[in-house]
């Protein structure tokens, strides 16, 4: 089922579930989008990082 069918019904389980997906993916999302531009500036920065 999708919620672009007629059957589609917005009841109290799919607002969980689809509450919860979102949450966890923007979570994810900002994670990597983090991720990248740290990685972008370092890569501009140049220099060797010793870790």
Known sequence: MFPFCFEWVWDMGHMVFHGGLWYALSII???MTYCII???????RGGSSHH
Do not use: Q
């Not at 740290?38 to 501009?44: E, S």
């Open 38 to 44: 740290k990685a972008v500036i370092d890569t501009r």
């Open 29 to 31: 999302g900002m994670g």
